[in-house]
C-alpha cells in the first residue's frame, strides 16, 4: 500500500536494526486518514472471504481492525491483555509470548462473541514472530470458528512471524513489508 509506506518513510523512525518506530501515525497518535485506506485495503483484499468478525488484540491494533470491520460492515472484537487472570469459564484465554518485550502476555476474549459460525480476519498493527496472530487464531479454533486470514499493518520481513504464520496454514496479507531496517535505513520487500 504506496500510501502507507510513504508514510513510514516520511514519519517511521528507526531504532537499531529491529525496532521502527511510528509513534506519529499508529501507536500513539493516529492518522484516520490513513487508518482508513488501510481499512479499505484490508476489506477489499478479504472481500471474498466471508468474513463474520475482525479480531484483534489491544491496544494498537484497535485502529486498523475498526476501519476494516467497517468497511467488511462486521463487528469488531479486541482481545484483552492481563498479565494474570483467575480461572473464568467465561472468557477463551490463551498464552502469547513478545520475544520483542520479552513478557508473557495472557489474552482473552469473552465465549460470548465469537462461535463456531465465525470466519474470522485477525488484524495486528506489526508482525514480528508471529506470535501474538497465532494466539488469536487459537482463540478463534476454541470458539470453533475458522481463521479466514490475517492481515498486518507493518510486517518486520527480516523476522519470521510471516514465515510461523504461512507454515501453520494461514493466509497472510501485509500492507508493508519492511525488508530491512540497517544503516538507519528502511527498506521494503520488492
Ligand atoms: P509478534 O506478535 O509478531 O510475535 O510480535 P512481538 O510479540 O515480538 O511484539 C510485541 C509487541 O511489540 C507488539 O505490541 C508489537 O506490535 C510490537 N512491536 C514489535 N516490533 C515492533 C516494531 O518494530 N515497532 C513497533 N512500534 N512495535 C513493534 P504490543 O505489546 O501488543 O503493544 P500495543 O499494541 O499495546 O502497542
Known sequence: MEALKSKILTDGVVLGSQVLKVDSFLNHRIDPVLMSGIGDTFAELFADAGITKVLTIESSGIAPAVFAALRLEVDLIFARKRKSLTLRDD????????FTKQEENEITVSKSFLNAEDRVLIIDDFLANGQAALALARIVRQAGGEVAGIGIVIEKSFQNGRQVLLDAGFRVESLARVASLENN???FVE
Not at 91 to 98: F, G, R, V
Request: hydrophobic letters at 25%; aromatic letters at 18%; glycine letters at 0%.
Open 185 to 187: 535505513t528502511i527498506r
Open 91 to 98: 472468557i477463551y484465554t490463551e498464552k502469547a509470548y513478545s
